[in-house]
């Protein structure tokens, strides 16, 4: 197996600049930004933001990252359609300059960086951090954190190797259970930038070595399955390795004859696989070659069933307040290969921790209904979600809902919420000229709108649908001379 080597004497030596710590003078960058950066610091302490939070990755505050440490932040802002997926990536040399960190946020005001996405902490020469399911017209900061605060010593000493944007909803995942299926209703992009490690389990065959795996599952309809492939984008230009498995993911058997070792970068070409059972599934890897950083499109041109968007036929999820107690009520028309059921909950929309599991029907064509509760709701705002998964061990997530068990009535209501782009105020009026203020703010205290509306009596409806808000978390306030003000959370999904 070919191993990649870096000369990094001469890639370190390139370029020195102070570290650079606020929002505003974070460094822009588009697809195809590559760059050496070496920042000296000042023991770390006085090169880093006041607040980073990493409650999401693999870079935490215990390990030393992003807490008073030198840091170099870049900054990219996603187009007009939402789904784009960036992948950013960085060399160094550990055994001089020790390990890196790198985090990802969608919020940065001053020096505070807030809504952390993701985040990646190695003891590695190689890391980087892949980004999904972005919002549209938004800006993302990435920082690059020399762990344990600088105090070693070492500072930061990197080189941005890769930076693609890629704008794809189709997506492998980097565990084999989780696979999507794949079928000859249209093209499969993926790439295996998004997976660093190896996944449990994924066997080492026909020579290969494996470090960054990626899976998409198929099911042939006859017995010989033909797909094409095309590799691009390569960041050190070797290319992919793919191999085809049978069996479960926690045992897997290699298909005879489906070794590809390697698809070369910017190459294409036909897989042939012979010899199928028709309805059994098949898991078919890509992983880099190397370790090699890659893009790669799966077209179905024959053999394959084309897939369907969900095991189940959900016709209703809903969340009503009892007391200190939230019933969680949901109903299903149809259902395939149904497992399971789980019910999460959330104060604030982006961190969320299971309510209860429900085991599902299997399979069904008749309606069933499925009841649960929260006995801690209390009062206040609450998101809550439902997910299925089906007996592969694949999950699909259904849009959040909202339920208010607030204690004291105020007379106004956001729909809908969590929602898209139509966002109305449903305000009840007991006055015949009430004259209110909205005001919306980002959860950061960023303010996107003031405006004052004049009530009449009865339903009044404020129509906010302009603001074009990208996805997050905001807080929105009414108040006027009649009444006190009162204050709600909205999601922006």
Request: with cysteine.
């Amino acid at each position: 197996m070919k191993l990649l080597i870096i000369p990094f004497a001469l890639v370190f030596s390139v370029l020195r600049i102070e570290a650079q710590y606020s929002c505003g003078t974070a460094v822009a960058i588009s697809s195809g930004f590559t760059n050496t950066i070496a920042t000296p610091g000042n023991n770390g302490i006085q090169d880093w933001v006041t607040s980073a939070n990493v409650s999401c990755g693999t870079a935490t505050t215990a390990q030393g990252g992003f807490v008073n440490s030198d840091v170099y932040l870049f900054k990219y802002t996603t187009g007009a359609a939402a789904g784009e997926t960036f992948y950013f990536t960085i060399s160094y040399d550990e055994a001089t300059y020790g390990p890196h960190s790198i985090g990802v946020w969608d919020n940065c005001s001053g020096t505070v960086l807030s809504g952390c996405k993701t985040s990646v902490y190695k003891f590695n020469d190689i890391v980087g951090v892949c980004a999904q399911n972005l919002a549209a017209n938004t800006t993302y900061y990435i920082g690059v954190s020399k762990e344990w605060a600088s105090l070693d010593g070492e500072n930061l000493n990197f080189q941005v190797v890769d930076f693609t944007v890629e704008l794809s909803n189709t997506q492998p995942n980097d565990d084999c259970s989780l696979a999507p299926t794949i079928g000859v209703s249209s093209s499969f992009t993926g790439s295996t930038r998004c997976n660093y490690t190896p996944s449990a389990g994924s066997p080492s065959v026909c020579g290969m070595s494996i470090e960054n795996d990626s899976w998409v599952k198929f099911i042939p309809s006859s017995t010989t399955v033909v797909v094409n492939y095309a590799v691009s984008g390569c960041t050190n230009n070797f290319g992919v390795q793919f191999s085809v498995f049978r069996g479960s993911c926690s045992s897997l058997t290699l298909v005879s004859g489906t070794c590809l070792n390697y698809a070369a970068n910017n190459s294409s070409g036909t897989y042939t696989l012979s010899g199928l059972t028709v309805g059994q599934t098949y898991y078919l890897r890509a992983d880099g070659y190397a370790g090699d950083l890659c893009s790669y499109t799966y077209n179905g041109i024959s053999g394959l069933t084309t897939p369907t968007s969900l095991p189940i036929t959900l016709d209703h999820f809903t969340a009503t307040c009892a007391g200190e107690r939230v019933l969680l009520h949901w109903r299903t028309s149809s259902e395939y290969n149904s497992s399971l059921f789980i019910v999460e909950k959330s104060r604030d929309g982006y961190n969320w921790y299971e309510v209860s599991n429900i085991p599902g029907a299997i399979n069904s064509s008749t309606e069933t209904n499925y009841y649960t509760e929260d006995e801690s709701a209390a009062s206040g705002l609450f998101y809550y979600r439902l997910s299925q998964v089906d007996t592969d061990g694949n999950r699909h997530l259904f849009e959040p809902i909202s339920v208010s068990c607030e204690t004291e009535e105020t007379n106004w209501t956001i729909q809908p919420n969590p929602g898209n782009q139509d966002l109305k105020l449903h305000i009840t009026s007991n006055e015949s000229d009430e004259e209110a203020i909205v005001q919306v703010y980002s959860e950061s205290g960023q303010r996107y709108l003031e405006r004052s509306a004049q009530l009449s009596y009865g339903e009044n409806i404020l129509d906010l649908s302009e603001l074009n808000l990208a996805r997050g978390l905001y807080i929105i306030q009414l108040k006027s001379d009649k009444r006190e003000p009162s204050i709600k959370k909205y999601v922006r999904i």
